[in-house]
């Protein structure tokens, strides 16, 4: 049966099958059983499991003559056939017997199950396929319309809005209250020395008399307490644009008591130098 | 006892013509809804779209465009026996190759299954490339997976699935005894 | 005289159909004589294929579905006195920017009131867009002018803005001490 074999020849996958086995072309030592069920020409459940067993065996032992590496599932599938085929031929072991049977069976399912899917898979290979044999139409209308036209307005956004607008609102206010004009020693100093320059009254005057007036630290929207704050920074810039001058000999500074009330005047030529 | 107004049969024609996947009858009684056709009697309703939907389907009998009952909804296709003129100018996609398509008899008639149980029923191992290209073609899904050690994917055919084949559901795939109905093992 | 089988207006017929662009009666021509229609006399073919092509465009002529000649080729589209039928409108509405939203809120709360108003709670100037923005949507609208130099328009909500709120009227509005309990300085 040598001439079974024809190793190398691709089958046509869709071809009718012919006496012909060419081993590449076939999916799997259960294809190339079902193939050689078929040649027997009747129905799955009354082949001949030995005449197969024989056919396959014959096959695989002529192919490997040819081909050393043969697949090992089509070599396993050879053993256990190999197995069946001793069991059917000695067939007086009663347990073997029934296992015997057991295998015949599940063999026989196997190929039924294989032969059955096999007819399904031509039934629909030879359907009309779409895209293959019948095509839809190769243009789509859309008639969907957008209409963006509505708004989304939800409460929560809406409200987070206004308070987001009323934060930055009152971040800013108090940023302008850090800002408030405080009366500084560099303010202090061009004072005093605008008011010594200005001066002709030799001796001591207090401290308090080069404080800038009260009402030129009131502002409108300006708050009392905001006021006596002022007054004090004026208060220790004034002192502080004193001690700077008296450094520099440009005046003499005298407090007679602690706490008591600080008292300048120009500086004596002779201490000038 | 017309609820349907003569007018909507052209424009069902138009609907199902403009649509790219077959349409559900669900989606043309909503469309005659959406149009102010009269839905209180939704059986009435129903019938008569099937009245219709018949009606059309024999109107294109004789066309080259026929409407077809596929996937569980109405589609117009090119008729079928005009595929060897198409086919001449037509591009056509690669075939399923003979593995792919008995896969995909085994995951449609065993569904949902696991790669082993195709590989069981088939005898061989199946080749990453084979569910690759059913995949591609979306013409199987997998459906969640098996309670057994290893949790493997089960595999499920598609929508797709059916219209490539022209069914309406898979009700229609052939009974095992009608495919072997057929003088058996003929080798010619 | 006749050259083309009567076959072949079916097989324009799903030809025409199964294209994505108009189809050319050059690429009709393609077709017959790949499918082995004589083609001695082009001018007869030509003229032949115009008169199916006519007679095609007359059987499409009372159906939901026409054909047209269309930018040098043929298609068929769903007759366009249908569109109204299978118009699906989706909405998708629009969302207010930051600014347009800032200003509602402020004309909500301050209405009515000007541009010069809002623009100082705000503390940046308003864009016109802003305005065009609330005013397209329909949820500001002009309500007289402010006696003042220049009469600037005042500005306060509409009923639509309301609705959309889901309220029934402006008091239904939380209530400004409520929204700022924290903050001492109120923008008023």
Not at chain 1, 86 to 100: N, R
Not at chain 1, 175 to 191: G, K, P, Y
Not at chain 1, 210 to 233: H, N
Not at chain 2, 77 to 105: D, F, G, H, Q, W
Request: include cysteine; charged fraction near 25%.
């Amino acid at each position: 049966m040598s001439e079974l074999i024809d190793i190398g020849l691709e089958q046509g996958i869709w071809e009718t099958e012919s006496f012909v086995v060419h081993l590449d072309g076939f999916e799997g030592p259960l294809d190339l059983l079902l193939q050689l069920a078929r040649t027997q020409k009747v129905d799955l459940s009354k082949i001949s499991i030995l005449q197969l067993v024989e056919q396959y065996l014959e096959i695989i032992e002529s192919a490997r003559k040819i081909r050393l590496e043969l697949a090992a599932d089509w070599l396993v599938m050879a053993a256990w056939l190999a197995w069946l085929k001793s069991c059917l031929l000695l067939p007086e072991k009663p347990i073997d017997g029934e296992e015997t049977e057991h295998a015949v069976d599940l063999l026989q399912e196997r190929l039924e199950e294989l032969e059955h899917i096999n007819k399904v898979a031509r039934w629909m290979n030879d359907r009309p396929l779409l895209g293959s044999e019948v095509f839809t139409r190769g243009y789509y209308e859309d008639h969907t319309e957008i209409d963006s036209s509505g708004v989304v307005l939800d409460i929560s956004r809406f409200m987070n809005a206004y308070v987001g607008v009323a934060r930055r609102k009152s971040k800013k206010k108090s940023w302008r209250i850090r800002s408030f004009n405080f009366w500084t020693v560099r303010d202090a100093l061009s004072r005093l020395k605008r008011l010594l320059g200005q001066s002709d009254v030799p001796g001591w005057h207090v401290l308090d008399a080069f404080l800038p007036s009260y009402t030129s630290l009131q502002e409108p929207g300006v708050t009392i307490d905001m006021i006596s704050r002022r007054v004090k920074a004026a208060w220790s810039g004034t002192l502080l644009a004193g001690l700077e001058l008296a450094k520099d000999g440009q005046i003499q500074l005298n407090q007679k008591e602690q706490f008591g009330r600080i008292q300048l005047k120009k500086a004596d030529e002779e201490i000038k130098q | 006892m017309t609820v349907i107004p003569i007018l909507f049969k052209e424009v069902l024609e138009a609907f199902i013509f403009s649509q790219e996947n077959p349409v559900s009858e669900k989606s043309m009684i909503e469309l005659l809804i959406k149009n102010a056709v009269s839905s209180e009697d939704m059986t009435a309703l129903s019938n008569e779209l099937q009245l219709i939907l018949e009606q059309l389907q024999q109107e294109y009998r004789n066309k080259g465009i026929r409407l077809y009952n596929i996937a569980g909804g109405w589609q117009f296709r090119t008729a079928e026996e005009l595929a060897p003129y198409l086919v001449k100018v037509i591009n056509k996609p690669k075939r399923l190759s003979r593995a792919a398509m008995e896969t995909l008899a085994i995951i449609a008639y065993h569904q949902p299954c696991t790669r082993a149980e195709i590989e069981n029923i088939r005898g061989v191992s199946l080749g990453q490339n084979v569910l690759d290209s059913l995949l591609e073609s979306v013409l199987i899904k997998p459906c969640g997976t098996k309670a057994v050690p290893g949790r493997p994917i089960l595999w499920g055919t598609t929508q797709d699935f059916l219209s490539y084949l022209g069914l309406n559901s898979l009700q229609d795939l052939p009974k095992k005894e009608d495919l072997f109905a057929d003088i058996p093992y003929q080798t010619s």
